[in-house]
């Protein structure tokens, strides 16, 4: 009994070890891979897209960022240095469009970068950085097969609305803005306790 149970597992060991079972195994995984590996592109594909949008996001709060400090730090509250400003504005805007990726086609595409504008306001007190973004449609034709009013219905709300603006029908705004003191003091500056 034992001897013919030997000659089972050796003919079963030499079978799978031959190099025709090998290929019919591999043959086997290739289908698989076949059916699956398209699903997960498009999976990949669009989680890539919808990162692409908190991508944005977290550049224009850094850019945002950088340009109000600089003109806080840089600008003047007399009006003769209007020219000066002006160039520094413009300054501005041309670095925070570079960070943005608006000189980059690569980055601009990635991030669905359509147009800019850094408006800057002075008040008496705060000057007012706004940097403003809109943006080309994501691609993703996947998502946009049914009409908005039946995606973002009842229960969803305007959140909902603004993604499917964003991914499918493009020319959506994105606007961060900041709020600056002017650099220059209105009053002398004393420490306490010297006087």
Known sequence: ???????????????????????MRAGQAMTEVV?????????????????ALLVLIQKMEIASYYA?????????LNAAYVPQDENLRVKIEDAVKGYLGFDTPAVASFLNLSE??????????WN?????????????????????AIVCAHPYGDE??????????????????????NRDRPIKFVLPGLQ
């Not at 009994?1 to 290929?23: A, E, G, N, Q, T």
């Not at 964003?166 to 020319?171: D, E």
């Open 1 to 23: 009994m034992k001897d013919k149970f030997k000659k089972i597992l050796k003919r079963v060991f030499v079978f799978c070890l031959s190099p025709s079972s090998l290929r």
């Open 35 to 51: 059916l699956l590996f398209p699903m997960f592109m498009v999976i990949v594909f669009i989680t890539v897209k919808i990162f």
């Open 68 to 76: 109000a400090r600089r003109w806080q730090l840089e600008s003047h």
């Open 116 to 125: 800019f504008k850094l408006d800057i306001k002075r008040t008496q007190v």
């Open 128 to 148: 007012v950085v706004t940097l403003t973004v809109k943006t080309k449609p994501a691609g993703i034709k996947m998502l946009c097969k049914y009409p908005k």
């Open 160 to 181: 909902c609305n603004g993604g499917y603006d964003y991914i499918c029908s493009g020319n959506k705004e994105l606007e961060v803005i900041k709020y600056v003191p």
